[in-house]
């Protein structure tokens, strides 16, 4: 399925022949649908919403698919404020130096908003109606969860990264650069790498040991709630 506004919106985990999820997509923000997308959205029976991103961005865009539930899990944005402080000092950045600060974005997801992706679990593990979760990109924070909850269910590192890559294929570069960045930043910004998802899967390795530890200690993900979650989706 591809959708004008929201572009980035597809099933979680599409990898033909039927290696999507069941009853779950993922999706750039929800607030500027025009009427096609939205009755495509409401033919899916969607009717649960998880929204990771932060107080200001739900407000200026909310989400307009009639008939939901909305769930916050805020996840406030940094990299725009980061990148916009070292530009009024003026600093040149070129693409590697958006590319550490993206990799640092990733770590802070585990270090800082743990608790926010195992309220994600828990929403996915109470009911397994037809739910879609997003940012405002659908790129970075929905990315991680994204990646977490194909792991959870048993997903090679391959598949993982190949739904995480699909989103370089649905958003479009704006055409003129933004926040005094070059051409080449804005590439680096507005695009996944492999290198971002690496980092926040190597923090979890720093910080718990294991991805397997993460799910236990920082997700409440046990063996029981593992196996909810293969009979609920895969």
């Keep these: 399925?591809?959708?004008?506004?929201?572009?980035?919106?597809?099933?979680?985990?599409v990898r033909e022949p039927g290696g999507a999820l069941r009853h779950l997509y993922r999706?750039?923000?929800?607030?500027?649908?025009?009427?096609?997308?939205?009755?495509?959205?409401?033919?899916?029976?969607?009717?649960?919403?998880?929204?990771?991103?932060?107080?200001?961005?739900?407000?200026?865009?909310a989400c307009c698919v009639p008939g939901v539930t909305v769930h916050s899990l805020p996840i406030e944005p940094t990299i725009v404020q980061?990148?916009?402080a070292l530009l009024?000092?003026?600093?040149?950045?070129m693409p590697a130096d958006v590319t550490a600060h993206m990799q640092d974005t990733y770590r802070g997801f585990v270090r800082h908003n743990t608790a926010r992706f195992a309220?994600?679990?828990a929403h996915l593990l109470a009911s397994d109606e037809p739910t879609v979760f997003h940012c405002t990109a659908g790129k970075d924070r929905t990315g991680f969860a994204a990646a977490l909850l194909l792991k959870?269910?048993?997903?090679?590192?391959?598949?993982?990264?190949h739904d995480y890559l699909l989103t370089n294929e649905r958003l479009v570069l704006p055409q003129e650069s933004r926040m005094g960045l070059s051409r080449e930043a804005m590439v680096v910004l507005w695009q996944v790498q492999p290198e971002f998802l690496r980092a926040a899967f190597e923090e979890v390795q720093r910080a718990y040991g294991?991805?397997?530890?993460?799910?236990?200690?920082?997700?409440?993900?046990?063996?029981?709630e593992r196996e909810r979650l293969v009979a609920l989706y895969r």
């Design 1 to 13: 399925m591809r959708l004008a506004s929201p572009a980035n919106f597809r099933r979680v985990g």
């Design 27 to 61: 999706s750039d923000h929800l607030g500027a649908l025009d009427e096609a997308d939205a009755r495509e959205i409401a033919a899916l029976g969607i009717s649960r919403v998880l929204d990771f991103r932060g107080v200001q961005e739900r407000a200026s865009a």
């Design 82 to 84: 980061t990148l916009g």
């Design 88 to 93: 009024a000092a003026g600093r040149a950045l």
């Design 119 to 121: 309220e994600f679990f």
């Design 152 to 161: 959870a269910v048993g997903a090679s590192d391959d598949e993982v990264m």
């Design 210 to 224: 294991s991805l397997e530890a993460y799910f236990r200690t920082g997700l409440a993900l046990g063996p029981q």
